[in-house]
């Protein structure tokens, strides 16, 4: 039993969810169980971002221009619809724009060798600053006609008292789950992730499946943002700021190899859930918002120190 | 030919080629009135500057530090505190900062070398403990250096200027060329570049890559806690929100200067250089009329433009195998 929980790596973020909501509801009560629809949403919209950059991660690069993805895409779709253009058709377009965002990330990283990181650090600046001078720092809103239209509702209204996007997350989870446990797509991602240069030389198209992981990831990332907009109805140029930080996190929590080769969807989506259990709790407790982000920091590098000391243990048994 | 191809191997090529271009771009184009500006470019180049070093450095050891900002801040806060609740002088609050951020480094620098986390992570864990103890300290608002401290002549000598200039600028200058000798001609920086190179061939060859990034990392936290000594100095507050974003702007500055992430080479005036391309540029824009929304963007459009320039020099002038 105990050698199980040593050996899967989520077992940090499912045995923390365990504690944190067993602390949280015995500690605030009833409040407590009324605020997880609205903790469920938060999951979902961090959640489908938090997909598309453990797939990153585990191929082995890095992507932190989620944050400024997630905004751009949001505010093309937000101006799409205001400029009367079909709902469906701008959801396409915002996509499109991701998904081509995405694959310029892959371009610049796998064909140039540039390291991932420092490119996506310079998207980062770039469509945040995209934004600004677009928006000249003020928020942009959807139109009030616009609002009912099926399709919004659809993307940002509530089923059954559970917003939609809980669905689309779970969905999204599920898809990926399967794809890189079942399909060739996965068994590449792993091996290109593990070692480069081994999986060139055993014929994986390297290159095809970095830039597949940047274009998933960037979409994802466009696409959450639509969904947000769609139920808030509106983009500030503040939205998402420290988003890469906060997913990097959650997918390190959920048991991802910083190195690459390692680790599944679903665990990444558990250290979401890790992450806004703590948040929701400590706002709940009325505890000052900000240790929050001491908390996620010290959880952050205990966590994975922790795993550090764990595999160092399990080389002296 | 030998000559160019020595130029165009070193690695500041590009963000030397940068700064001509800036320089002779804004004086063009705003008939030399920009030249006058030059001295608050240089007060912002400072600010920056030696967080940039410093974040230099640790890069040519093979680590990184996202926590610059949040150390900056920091910093500025233990400063206040040991003037404030312990009553020290002025004096003795900066060497108590300065401490307080060397043994922040010293954590990090453990917390990677002993416990495997990679440096990434720890110091993005430290960011966030560090930004949310200078949140709680300063209730979300600001905090200001006692009323009796602040015509401390250490305190005004941080805030005066020779010929001109300000002295943090002359700070920075100094710093710059103390830390160029100590990575190309001690010791010490001949470990750090090894270390940074190939940890285990630097361990085969009886260097500690442990002890050598643990001081690596020393060095970059703080060299940002003096920074934010001396901008508190400069300025008399800290607020909640002092140093958001300079780590992004410090590693930028660093890579345009010619740093990477690879570790074992690293220059440590290229990114002075970057640095001052980048702040150019915020002045710059705004005397040309440009929305200051542009700036940001521009240093996106700017570091991955110079990582294409680089990484295109660099394969020309490597010998075909």
């Known amino acids: 039993m105990s050698r199980i929980f040593l050996i899967r790596n989520e077992a940090i973020a499912i045995a923390s969810i365990c504690i944190l909501s067993g602390f949280f509801a015995l500690t605030i009560g009833a409040s407590w169980f009324n605020n997880i629809p609205s903790l469920l949403r938060d999951v979902s919209w961090l959640g489908i971002v938090v997909i598309g950059q453990a797939l990153v991660i585990m191929s082995g690069e890095f992507d932190l221009s989620v944050g400024s993805v997630y905004a751009f895409v949001s505010m093309v779709f937000v101006l799409l619809l205001n400029e009367a253009i079909p709902p469906g058709l701008s959801l396409l377009l915002s996509l499109g724009l991701a998904a081509a965002i995405g694959y310029l990330t892959g371009l610049l990283t796998w064909r140039l060798k540039l390291p991932s990181l420092l490119v996506t650090l310079g998207f980062l600046f770039f469509y945040r600053g995209m934004v600004e001078w677009v928006t000249d720092g003020f928020p942009v809103t959807i139109d009030d006609e616009i609002r009912s239209s099926v399709?919004?509702?659809?993307?940002?209204?509530?089923?059954?008292g559970l917003h939609n996007s809980i669905m689309i997350c779970a969905l999204l989870v599920a898809v990926f789950t399967v794809m890189l446990s079942k399909f060739r797509f996965g068994n590449h991602l792993y091996a290109v992730g593990g070692d480069t240069d081994v999986a060139l030389a055993t014929g994986v198209p390297a290159g095809a499946i970095k830039t597949w992981v940047f274009v998933i990831c960037s979409g994802l990332a466009g696409f959450a943002g639509i969904i947000t907009a769609a139920s808030l109805s509106s983009v500030s140029t503040t939205t998402a700021t420290a988003m890469e930080l906060e997913s990097i996190a959650a997918v390190v929590i959920g048991g991802c190899l910083l190195l690459g080769g390692s680790g599944t969807v679903w665990g990444a989506l558990l250290g979401v859930v890790t992450l806004l259990l703590l948040k929701h709790g400590l706002i709940i407790l009325g505890v000052n918002i900000f240790a929050y982000q001491v908390c996620l920091g010290v959880v952050l590098v205990g966590l994975v120190?922790?795993?550090?000391?764990?595999?160092?243990?399990?080389?002296?048994? | 030919m030998s000559f160019w191809r020595t130029a165009l191997a070193r690695p500041e090529t590009s963000v030397v080629i940068g700064t001509i271009l800036v320089v002779l771009f804004f004086t063009i184009s705003t008939g030399g009135a920009w030249l006058s500006t030059l001295p608050s470019v240089f007060r912002v180049t400072a600010q920056v500057g030696l967080i940039a070093i410093g974040q230099a450095f640790l890069m040519s050891s093979g680590e990184i530090d996202l926590s610059v900002g949040s150390t900056f801040a920091v910093a500025g806060l233990v400063a206040i505190w040991a003037m404030d609740i312990l009553t020290l002088g002025v004096a003795p609050a900066f060497?108590?900062?300065?401490?307080?951020?060397?043994?922040?480094?010293?954590?990090?620098?453990?917390?990677t070398v002993y416990f495997k986390v990679p440096s990434m992570i720890v110091t993005l864990g430290a960011l966030f403990v560090l930004r949310g103890i200078a949140y709680i300290s300063t209730q979300g608002f600001s905090l200001s250096i006692p009323r009796e401290f602040r015509k401390d002549p250490l305190v005004l000598l941080a805030k005066a200027k020779t010929f001109d200039l300000n002295n943090t600028f002359i700070v920075l200058l100094v710093a710059t060329v103390i830390l160029a000798i100590v990575l190309s001609r001690t010791r010490f920086g001949s470990h750090v570049l090894a270390v940074g190179g190939d940890a285990s061939a630097a361990l085969a060859n009886g260097i500690s890559p442990a002890a050598t990034k643990i001081k690596a990392f020393m060095v970059c936290s703080a060299f940002a806690g003096l920074s934010g000594i001396l901008v508190l100095f400069q300025e008399g507050s800290v607020y909640s929100t002092s140093g958001i974003k300079l780590e992004l702007e410090a590693i930028a500055a660093a890579v345009?200067?010619?740093?990477?992430?690879?570790?074992?080479?690293?220059?440590?005036?290229?990114?002075?250089?970057?640095?001052?391309?980048?702040?150019?540029?915020?002045?710059?824009?705004?005397?040309?009329?440009?929305?200051?929304s542009w700036y940001i963007g521009l240093v996106g459009a700017l570091l991955i433009g110079f990582l294409i320039v680089s990484q295109v020099i660099s394969a020309s002038t490597q010998p075909t195998a």
């Open chain 1, 151 to 160: 399709f919004i509702t659809l993307l940002g209204g509530k089923t059954l």
């Open chain 2, 95 to 111: 060497l108590v900062a300065l401490a307080a951020s060397s043994l922040i480094g010293l954590v990090m620098g453990v917390f």
């Open chain 2, 256 to 292: 345009i200067g010619g740093c990477t992430l690879r570790g074992g080479s690293g220059s440590i005036w290229g990114p002075v250089l970057g640095v001052f391309v980048l702040s150019s540029l915020k002045g710059g824009l705004m005397m040309l009329g440009a929305p200051t």
């Open chain 1, 305 to 317: 120190a922790l795993k550090g000391v764990v595999s160092e243990l399990e080389l002296y048994r």
